[in-house]
């Protein structure tokens, strides 16, 4: 079963969420794979089949992608588990 991470698109978030926009951005830009995956599609887009970039952000399969230590993740989900 899919978690609501993994469903959730970031173009479908509220714009509260545009605030921590650049917060996604630099938990990304220290993360080492994710920064790896970024670096390496800039060089070669077709470098990792899956994943592409979109305003500077690292998606998978249409999804935005976010650090596993990302600080946003408590609050996209108590935001998703609580609102109607």
């Known amino acids: 079963m899919a978690d ?3 469903i959730v698109e970031f173009q ?3 714009c509260d969420y545009d605030d921590n926009f650049d917060l996604i951005l630099e ?3 220290v993360d ?3 920064s790896g995956v970024v ?3 800039q ?3 077709k470098s990792h ?3 592409s970039i979109n305003r500077g952000c690292l998606w998978h399969k249409g999804r935005i992608v ?3 230590k990302s600080t946003s993740i408590p609050m996209i989900l108590h935001e998703f588990y609580s609102s109607p």
Do not use: C, H, K, T
Request: glycine share 4%.
């Open 12 to 14: 479908a978030l509220s």
């Open 4 to 6: 609501a991470l993994s």
């Open 49 to 51: 089949l899956e994943y």
């Open 43 to 45: 060089a070669n887009p």
């Open 32 to 34: 080492s794979v994710l």
């Open 27 to 29: 938990e990304i830009g």
């Open 39 to 41: 670096w390496d599609l």
């Open 66 to 68: 976010l650090s596993f």
